[in-house]
């Protein structure tokens, strides 16, 4: 079991910064990887950066160049650093972390996640 705890959320102005921080407790030597998603208000959950064990990064085309994913082995924690922010970028950011396992040839992936923090972002 992996618990998810994130922090940081908050109202900022169009153009502002905000980092966002996750903590991740219990299980996490399983933890494959881990990233941040980020569910606006009648739609669905989706990713705005993930960060792999082998250090590879993926961002969200609408975040690129502006948001920077960092992650921490040692402490367990992920944070996303948040530049230029847009009114678009309101949402609920939620940490997720990603178990994967292969038993008999099947890949099983297994996600935990975070409370969630509210961005709010004001034009």
């Known amino acids: 079991q992996v618990q998810l705890v994130e922090s940081g959320g908050g109202l900022v102005q169009a153009g502002g910064s905000l980092r966002i921080s996750c903590a991740a407790s219990?299980?996490?030597?399983?933890?494959?990887?881990m990233g941040w998603y980020r569910q606006a208000p009648g739609k669905q959950r989706e990713p705005v950066a993930v960060?792999?064990?082998?250090?590879?990064?993926n961002y969200a085309d609408s975040v690129k160049g502006r948001f920077t994913i960092s992650r921490d082995n040692a402490k367990n924690t992920v944070d996303l650093q948040m530049n230029s922010l847009k009114p678009e970028d309101t949402a609920v950011y939620y940490c997720?972390?990603?178990?994967?396992?292969?038993?008999?040839?099947?890949?099983?992936?297994?996600?935990?996640w975070g409370q969630g923090t509210q961005v709010t972002v004001s034009s």
């Open positions: 960060f792999s064990n082998g250090g590879s990064t």
């Open positions: 997720n972390a990603r178990i994967t396992t292969i038993r008999w040839n099947r890949r099983y992936e297994n996600d935990y």
């Open positions: 219990g299980s996490t030597f399983s933890i494959n990887a």
